[in-house]
């Protein structure tokens, strides 16, 4: 897969150890008791990461306080150094690619092709290099054929890489993505997985439930339980270590 790095894209050097910090983050829903309670981590120049847990461990929420579509009661998020408040997001959000569990949330224009153009012209970059550039991230995921196709005339599987392009089109230094593997088939987790490995990205936080899949793209894990982090630890031992998988509600044959 081609760099998609652009002048605008800092190098690693660029940035602080800690390209994304967590301080004692504390979340409540409106009247209810909190679902995150004192998350602390660090994720660094060149982290890929599983953010591993049970349904309902609050992999989602934790997620979306990352990005500002949520904000915690108490705590601190720091995107390089700036921290994750209202006044900031404008600029925090240049940094992430956040996708969706449903792709379907992030393609709503009349085409493939359109869908990846609207951040970059919506940033002010020329059309040309706009359409190039969409034109490069559609060959690079195989979707070449589809640019002028609406997003219902795809496979799950290729509107989720379709999704991803359109993220990808604005060459985020951080990725997040929530359940990519959500109704994909063996082949095109394969596919996905491929696409990730090849991307230019500083840090990469993947929440998941295909466990053998995370230990492909990812080399560090953080389990979430009871509203907390559990587990902070290399990928390939957790995954060997079945029964604490199946304490945390995360059995790995199933």
Excluded at 23 to 41: C, D, G, T, W
Excluded at 85 to 97: D, H, K, S
Excluded at 211 to 239: C, E, M
């Amino acid at each position: 897969m081609k760099s998609l790095t652009s002048n605008h894209q800092k190098s690693t050097s660029d940035f602080p150890t800690a390209v994304v910090e967590v301080e004692n983050l504390v979340y409540a829903y409106p009247n209810q008791e909190p679902v995150l309670q004192n998350i602390s981590f660090s994720l660094n120049a060149g982290d890929r990461v599983a953010l591993m847990g049970a349904t309902g461990s609050g992999k989602s929420t934790l997620l979306e306080n990352l990005v500002g579509l949520k904000q915690p009661r108490t705590g601190q998020i720091l995107i390089n150094d700036i921290p994750v408040e209202p006044r900031n997001l404008p600029q925090v959000r240049r940094y992430i690619g956040f996708s969706f569990q449903d792709a379907n949330d992030q393609l709503f224009m009349p085409t493939i092709l359109e869908d990846i153009t609207f951040g970059p012209l919506n940033y002010g970059i020329p059309k040309a290099i706009a359409i190039d550039k969409a034109r490069q991230l559609l060959a690079n995921f195989g979707l070449e054929a589809y640019a002028n196709r609406s997003a219902h005339e795809l496979s799950g599987g290729q509107r989720r890489l379709a999704a991803l392009a359109a993220i990808l089109a604005l060459e985020p230094t951080i990725l997040i993505l929530d359940e990519p593997t959500n109704g994909l088939d063996p082949a095109w987790r394969r596919h996905l997985a491929q696409v990730l490995l090849k991307l230019p990205v500083q840090v990469m936080l993947i929440a998941s439930h295909e466990l053998h899949w995370l230990g492909r793209v990812t080399q560090r894990a953080l389990v979430l339980s009871g509203g907390r982090i559990h587990l902070d630890s290399q990928i390939q031992p957790l995954l060997q270590n079945g029964d604490t998988l199946e304490r945390l509600g995360l059995p790995v044959d199933w």
